[in-house]
């Protein structure tokens, strides 16, 4: 007759505190609170606990008792490995990273794919805050991470009344851009942008799409390009401009090869971020257009990638972004109003900018 097999109890906080011979707090205080402590006192209860098999206070009681997570949760509405794939994203990640370290708090990635409406991991996320990182205003996780009643900051999107929000000036970054290429002389000019709302468009952007975005940053800058031009006496409607749903270096190359192989005129792409320049570049290798000879390409975001490549850009301080978020987040019950912290950009003149050819210049295109 086979007997049920007994497993030993493990220790508790009572029963440990019962060997000790000390109270239950003073057990507490030696995970939660050591400087309430002597060192020795400290070491005997842990020393006790390893021999006895305690493993430390429960952090679901705790959490229960103290109706604190310890934990910053990070909602961005795109794949979990984004966050470690994208170098803006990484950089972002990083700060919020260094902010929770000093805080001595967590933090939880609260992924949610792009076009999902399944927002049940908001509401599960055992969280003390969200910190929002780049989504639509018509996101259903944005609006079930503000139906919490924790604290919630925005980086970059969207601009919402009475919320915390970091973000770089878009507006005045990219006329910095547009001024320089228009400045080079440019007028045949095309634009790559990242996506401009949650249904998948890769292709040419219309002029009501653009204005009808959901990613307010992007049509900020889309806006802001069109000002300038036109006030440079370039026709925004002549100038195409093609959107991609997905962030990576083959979506910007993919994207200037249609538009290039749509218009063979154009002599510079504006980029609305590093990635999608470096893709650009890439297209432009293969097409055989020197860079900044035939093709001038520019960039937003200043990330490692771009440096290296010599690509003009927007630089924007992407660590410290994530940084002043979470702290803003962490410091949010001591304040009373919404607070705005805007970031300094700068733009760098690389390699890959240059008037444009002359009718007289051989053509190297396709």
Known sequence: MNRPMRT?????????????????????????????????LRRRVLETARRLG????????????????????????????????????????EGLALACEDAGVGLHLVPASPGKEEVAAVHRAGVDGFVVYSVPDDDPHLAAALSRPVPTVIVDQPQ??????????????????????????HRQIGVLCMRLGRDR??????????????????????????????????????????????????????????LLDAHPRVTALICTSDILALGALAEAG??????????????????????????????QPVLEKGRAAGKLLLGASDRVSPKLITLPTELRVGTTSAPPRTAEEQWFGP
């Open 8 to 40: 030993r109890r493990g220790a508790t906080l009572a029963s440990l505190a019962a060997e000790l011979g000390v109270s239950r707090t003073t057990v507490s205080n030696a995970y939660n609170r050591p400087d309430q402590l002597s060192p020795e």
């Open 54 to 93: 305690y493993p430390g206070p429960d952090p679901v009681a705790r959490s229960l008792r103290t109706r604190k997570a310890g934990a910053v949760g990070l909602l961005l509405t795109e794949n979990l490995s984004y966050a470690f794939r994208d170098p803006a994203a990484v950089g972002v990640l």
């Open 160 to 185: 919402l009344d009475g919320i915390d929000r970091v973000s770089p000036d878009d507006e005045t970054a990219i006329v910095q851009v547009a001024d320089h290429v228009v400045g080079l002389g």
């Open 201 to 258: 468009n890769d292709g040419f952007a219309s002029r009501d799409r653009q204005r009808q975005a959901h990613y307010h940053v992007q049509r900020t800058r889309l806006a802001a390009l069109a000002r300038t031009f036109e006030a440079a006496g370039v026709d925004w409607n002549t100038v195409p401009v093609v959107e991609r749903f997905d962030h990576t270096v083959d979506d910007g190359a993919t994207a200037a090869r249609q």
């Open 286 to 315: 293969r097409r055989g257009l020197r860079v900044p000879a035939d093709l001038t390409i520019t960039g937003f975001d200043g990330i490692a990638e771009a440096s290296r490549a010599g690509l003009t850009t927007v630089h």
